[in-house]
């Protein structure tokens, strides 16, 4: 990769890789189809930490019984641990004590001892065995919980939100996010947890067993303490950049893989091979730098643990010979030395797990807090639409300052086709995602049969209004199941009938399963023009009284278009029509045709008015002429 083709690469995603984690300006770009907005949202401000804390103890507090019976298992585990250690104390003393010939008992005590020693390890290893057992079953339903509310907020979200995010990168927080958010309650939480329980009761056991020796645990633990808080603090961006760069290279993937042959007929393989190796090597650099960071912590207080472990013994030795300490106590003390340490080494090499699940946590809950549709409160009780349509002065823009549709007027009866013609650009799409609320108007009146289109309910507005667009879409399942899409309860005779008057029934006949055959991403085994014909049936079964049609015959050649024609004006029929098309030749029979200019309509009627009038029309009408 040329250096010059590195620092176009740095440019385009230097807002991404700001290590600040600052607001940049959103980089939008403008693309055909009515100027929707693509793009992918730079990083907001620094996320409150403390917020994401409580929201995620929140998902795990629904799940309180468990929560408390795993934690008590938890506790009891940890406790038991503790107490078996403490219990060699007499173990140790007296065995010593039997060898050199004190005590006359025998065996019998010491036995006895090491029977509750093995029955206090088989209720720990029950107590554990329970407790991961439960916490696992209660950190699982809490994370359904938590994917099912992320993809439930999904289908609130307004299309605006979906226009300016990356597909992949909201496939990433499902997937990679959700993922850390698991490892860090599976195992981070748990050893956290017990890891405090552990801190707590090894000190009370240390200062039972010999308060100047644990004295000596006790002073060195701030350095332990500052060395991890030193290496958290400078850590802890490192993880949110790393998450940021792995939404991006999920992103930047599914964009690719899914345009994959636009990159084969442009010869781009190169490039877009060089785009992905910089941001993988980015995601790896970034990784590299949060991990090694994080990891200092355990060779650093793993070094601190074996000095005051060397001091306590060499202490501990010298109080056995001149202060007769028993050699028990010293041994179970210098155990917990250890595992006063081990607590704090543990959640030091954990603590990258912990800053990537706040990282992924916090960008699930930056989609969750995004706004959502919102509906008037003032509410029209109209369940059925019969599609008059009247546009009074509409203006609109996607971007603020930025008017993309001009004082819109225009009146649609029912069983009316209306048809949009202008350039690329003009407004034309723009104004069939107004009649669906995709977006709401800035200025100016929609009204649908009279009634201003924000006072209707968007669920009932979007059964009334079927689209046909540019852009196919098939569900895995049957070619049935994608037709019966929609209307629910189609019956297979209406099915078949829709598909028929579309011309869409001889070729799925000839499918290897006829109407059953599976479709698979996104029917990857038919042609673009059966695709389209597949959806064009899916409209046609609908009994919505508004039609729109985006480019719906784009795909197919003449002829077949010529065939769906006649199908087409008996699924017009008694249905509001709106039709957008560069074809001029699918919109001659329209009862009216808007000329849009830069979102003005410039020119209205019927063909032969239009033609008459020698304006724009006429001319892109003539040029057509001639290129036939």
Sequence with gaps: MTEDRKQRLAQKYAALYASSGRANKREVRMVGGGGRMMGMAAQGKPKDTKKTIKRLVWYLSREWILIIVGMT????????????????????????????????????????????????YLLVSIMQIVHKHVLLIASRRSLKRLRKDLYDKL??????????????????????????????????LVAMISGVITLVGTLVLMLVTSFWLAMITIVFTPVLTLVSKTIVKKSRPLFSKRQRALGALNGFSEEVISGQKVVK???REDAVEEEFEYLNQELCKTQI??????MLMGPINHNICNFIYAVTACVGGIMVVTQGFDIGGLTVLLDYTRKFNQPINEISTQINVVFSALAGAERIFEVMNADE????????????????????????????????????????????????????????????????????????????????IEKIPRPVLRSQVVMVLQDTHLF?????????????????????????AVAAHDFIVHLENGYDTLLEHDGANLS???????????????????????????????????????????????????????????????????VLEKGR????????????????YSDLYHEIVKLD
């Design 528 to 594: 673009q023009g059966q695709r389209q014909l597949l959806n064009i049936a899916r409209a046609a079964v609908s009994q919505a009284p508004i039609l729109v049609l985006d480019e719906a015959t784009s795909s197919v050649d003449t002829r077949t278009e010529r065939n769906i024609e006649m199908g087409m004006d008996a699924l017009m029929e008694n249905r509001t029509t709106f039709v957008i098309a560069h074809r001029l030749s699918t919109v001659r029979k329209a009862d009216c045709i808007m």
């Design 265 to 267: 007929v442009f010869g």
């Design 373 to 452: 549709e919102v509906e008037v409160a003032e509410l029209s009780e109209v369940k059925t639409l019969k599609g008059h349509i009247e546009l009074k002065d509409v203006s609109f823009g996607y971007l603020p300052g930025v008017t993309v549709l001009h004082d819109i007027n225009l009146t649609a009866k029912p069983g009316q086709k209306i048809a949009f013609v202008g350039s690329t650009g003009a407004g034309k799409t723009t104004v069939t995602n107004l009649l669906s609320r995709f977006y709401e108007i800035e200025k100016g009146e929609l009204l649908v049969d009279g009634i201003p």
């Design 155 to 188: 289908q609130k979200l307004p299309v605006r939100y979906f226009d300016t995010h990356s597909t992949g990168d909201l496939m990433s927080r499902f997937t990679n996010d959700v993922d850390t958010i698991g490892d860090m309650v599976n195992s981070t």
């Design 289 to 294: 730098r949060a991990q090694s960071l994080s």
């Design 73 to 120: 298992c938890l506790l009891l585990t940890t406790l038991g641990t503790l107490a078996t250690t403490y219990m060699l104390r007499p173990i140790i003393n007296e065995g010593i004590e039997q060898y050199i010939g004190r005590v006359d008992e025998g065996m019998r005590k010491l036995t006895l001892r090491v029977l509750a020693l093995l029955g206090m």
């Design 601 to 616: 309509i410039i020119e209205r009627g019927n063909h032969e008015e239009l033609l008459a009038l020698g304006g724009r």
């Design 476 to 500: 895995t399942g049957t070619v049935r199941e994608n037709i019966r899409y929609g209307r629910l309860d189609a019956t297979d005779e209406e099915v078949e009938a829709a598909a028929k």
